[in-house]
């Protein structure tokens, strides 16, 4: 028996990314490690996020997590896609669907007859050929199918759901399976004279943990990444120029809406995130344009139910470490950087660096080889996430605020204008690489969303006799639409997940 895995592993912080990764590292090397989580009740966790992507269904699915039970227990309500509204200009919304637009999984390249049919005068929007839009409208909810000759094979979805009760549903979950949780405060992170790795963790009280992995999720202070190593931090401020927030909690609506709502302020944003027991509320500014007293006021003036309790407001800086695993220390979540949750990201970015990690998990000693991939992956998918978040500033129409003047005509990342460029065109996506989040149907959803559109079309859809094409299109735009119909409401389809 070979003795090459790590002999323990220690997590700095808990909350979501500290719990998530102690689920998902117990249930990947049982107890033949040791893995002890240090966290203190005194600080306050951010709890990123309430809303989600579709992976994080795999995540869960990984860890072997009953749907019904992961319902209860968080308060979840199910996500088809995120309402945009006044991005483009105020009074206009579209939405970001989750699965593919059309009635068949092989109709991934059906914006292009959108596009023709859009130059010769059809009038449908995108969303129309969107099951999951045309649900979310009619605030229906249903499940994907794996049959591919099921319409619900166009079917995607994700959660919504209480941070902090997920983070407390894998904190147990964890600790079944081994994982020890100390609740203490870390003051000092000691390292070793000889190559600057972590020696140990020295905790109020006078305990010293030592490990061979250290985890750094101590959220944007990045007490071992970059507190003790030094790490650096590549700042994307000119791109994303957002950098406070504003959150509260509110009463829970009578009708749960399947769909995070994005809608754009005069210096920023404002989402509301639906769970069954109350709503998610924030608002997302740069405050080079507004006061932290003006952005109070206009974000608890947007609020559509009662406020319950007082706001929290964040300060941070949009951005990604210059590198996440360094020496051995890995950083996840906040600690590896920040863009803001405009598209849901910062758990999944959470579940990508855990697994990612699950890919090149070190032995002892890692290797170097190991570490720089892993770098680039992680580095990789956090700039991909970037393009499409600076994409829904940049693509926008409106001028009637200093803040949307600047990020309508800022300079945009090289790898965004390389896209754009290729999309005015002839409507054309590059592929899905390794580490991308988005895929075809999302950059088409917002860049159609947000009247991107291209000069032509693809050359071939011309072989199709354009009757024909007229026909089908206004076929599937029906079966969509009364097939959302016959749906459940959210309310109706969560009961029934539930009992």
Same mark, same amino acid.
């Given at each position: 028996?070979?003795?090459?895995? /790590?002999?323990?592993?220690?997590?700095?912080?808990?909350?979501?990314?500290?719990?998530?990764?102690?689920?998902?590292?117990?249930?990947?090397?049982?107890?033949?490690?040791?893995?002890?989580?240090?966290?203190?009740?005194?600080?306050?966790?951010?709890?990123?996020?309430?809303?989600?992507?579709? /992976?994080?269904?795999?995540?869960?699915?990984?860890?072997?997590?009953?749907?019904?039970?992961?319902?209860?227990? %968080?308060?979840?309500?199910? $996500?088809?896609?995120? +309402?945009?509204?006044? @991005?483009?200009?105020?009074?206009?919304?579209?939405?970001?669907?989750?699965?593919?637009?059309?009635?068949?999984?092989?109709?991934?390249?059906?914006?292009?007859?959108?596009?023709?049919?859009?130059?010769?005068?059809?009038?449908?929007?995108?969303?129309?050929?969107?099951?999951?839009?045309?649900?979310?409208?009619?605030?229906?909810?249903?499940?994907? !199918?794996?049959?591919?000759?099921?319409?619900?094979?166009?079917?995607?979805?994700?959660?919504?759901?209480?941070?902090?009760?997920?983070? +407390?549903?894998?904190?147990?979950?964890?600790?079944?399976?081994?994982?020890?949780?100390?609740?203490?405060?870390?003051?000092?992170?000691?390292?070793?004279?000889?190559?600057? #790795?972590?020696?140990?963790?020295?905790?109020?009280?006078?305990?010293?943990?030592?490990?061979?992995?250290?985890?750094?999720?101590?959220?944007?202070?990045?007490?071992?990444?970059?507190?003790?190593?030094?790490?650096?931090?590549?700042? *994307?401020?000119? *791109?994303?120029?957002?950098?406070?927030?504003?959150?509260?909690?509110?009463?829970?609506?009578?009708?749960?809406?399947?769909?995070?709502?994005?809608?754009?302020?005069?210096?920023?944003? +404002?989402?509301?995130?639906?769970?069954?027991?109350?709503?998610?509320?924030?608002?997302?500014?740069?405050?080079?344009?507004?006061?932290?007293?003006?952005?109070?006021?206009?974000?608890?003036?947007?609020?559509?139910?009662?406020?319950?309790?007082?706001?929290?407001?964040? $300060?941070?800086?949009?951005?990604?470490?210059?590198?996440?695993?360094?020496?051995?220390?890995?950083?996840?979540?906040?600690?590896?950087?920040?863009?803001?949750?405009?598209?849901?990201?910062?758990?999944?970015?959470?579940?990508?660096?855990?697994?990612?990690?699950?890919?090149?998990?070190?032995?002892?000693?890692?290797?170097?080889?190991?570490?720089?991939? #892993?770098?680039?992956?992680?580095?990789?998918?956090?700039?991909?996430?970037?393009?499409?978040?600076?994409?829904?500033?940049?693509?926008?129409?409106?001028?009637? !605020? /200093?803040? *949307?003047?600047?990020?309508?005509?800022?300079?945009? /990342?090289?790898?965004?204008?390389?896209?754009?460029?290729?999309?005015?065109?002839?409507?054309?996506?590059?592929?899905?690489?390794?580490?991308?989040? @988005?895929?075809?149907?999302?950059?088409?959803?917002?860049?159609?969303?947000?009247?991107?559109?291209?000069?032509? #079309?693809?050359?071939?859809?011309?072989?199709?006799?354009?009757?024909?094409?007229?026909?089908?299109?206004?076929?599937?735009?029906? %079966?969509?639409?009364?097939?959302?119909?016959?749906?459940?409401?959210?309310?109706?389809?969560?009961?029934?997940?539930?009992?």
């Amino acid at each position: 028996m070979t003795d090459n895995l /790590p002999r323990s592993i220690a997590i700095a912080g808990g909350g979501t990314a500290g719990w998530m990764a102690a689920a998902a590292l117990s249930r990947a090397l049982g107890r033949h490690c040791q893995i002890r989580l240090i966290e203190s009740a005194d600080i306050r966790t951010v709890g990123v996020g309430e809303a989600t992507v579709p /992976p994080i269904r795999d995540f869960n699915a990984l860890l072997g997590i009953d749907e019904a039970d992961f319902l209860r227990q %968080t308060q979840a309500t199910y $996500k088809l896609s995120v +309402q945009f509204r006044d @991005w483009l200009r105020l009074g206009h919304t579209y939405y970001h669907p989750f699965g593919v637009h059309g009635t068949s999984r092989d109709n991934v390249h059906l914006h292009q007859y959108w596009l023709k049919m859009h130059q010769l005068g059809d009038t449908a929007s995108l969303d129309e050929y969107s099951l999951c839009s045309m649900a979310s409208m009619l605030n229906r909810c249903a499940q994907h !199918s794996p049959d591919p000759h099921s319409i619900f094979s166009t079917w995607s979805s994700a959660y919504q759901f209480d941070a902090s009760l997920y983070a +407390q549903y894998l904190r147990k979950y964890a600790e079944r399976l081994g994982v020890e949780r100390l609740e203490r405060k870390i003051v000092d992170v000691e390292l070793r004279g000889e190559d600057g #790795y972590i020696a140990a963790l020295r905790l109020d009280g006078g305990e010293r943990i030592e490990a061979d992995l250290f985890l750094d999720c101590t959220g944007f202070r990045g007490l071992l990444i970059e507190q003790a190593l030094k790490t650096g931090y590549e700042d *994307w401020t000119k *791109w994303l120029p957002c950098d406070r927030a504003y959150t509260i909690h509110s009463a829970s609506a009578s009708e749960l809406t399947p769909y995070t709502r994005a809608t754009a302020l005069s210096a920023g944003w +404002q989402w509301r995130i639906p769970l069954q027991h109350r709503i998610g509320n924030g608002y997302v500014y740069c405050s080079k344009y507004i006061s932290d007293e003006d952005a109070l006021q206009s974000f608890l003036g947007n609020l559509d139910t009662p406020a319950l309790g007082t706001p929290w407001q964040l $300060k941070f800086t949009t951005g990604r470490r210059k590198i996440f695993w360094n020496k051995n220390c890995v950083a996840i979540g906040l600690a590896s950087g920040f863009i803001e949750p405009l598209e849901s990201t910062s758990i999944h970015m959470i579940q990508s660096s855990i697994l990612t990690l699950l890919d090149y998990f070190p032995s002892r000693n890692a290797d170097p080889a190991d570490v720089a991939q #892993y770098n680039r992956s992680i580095a990789h998918e956090f700039e991909s996430i970037r393009d499409f978040i600076v994409l829904h500033y940049n693509a926008t129409e409106r001028n009637d !605020s /200093p803040f *949307w003047d600047y990020v309508r005509t800022m300079d945009i /990342p090289e790898t965004l204008r390389w896209r754009l460029d290729l999309f005015r065109s002839h409507g054309r996506i590059p592929p899905k690489m390794p580490y991308d989040l @988005w895929a075809l149907t999302d950059w088409i959803a917002v860049l159609i969303g947000q009247n991107v559109i291209p000069r032509s #079309y693809e050359p071939l859809v011309d072989v199709q006799d354009i009757e024909d094409v007229r026909k089908r299109m206004s076929k599937m735009r029906t %079966t969509i639409r009364e097939t959302a119909q016959a749906l459940p409401t959210q309310e109706e389809f969560i009961a029934r997940m539930t009992s």
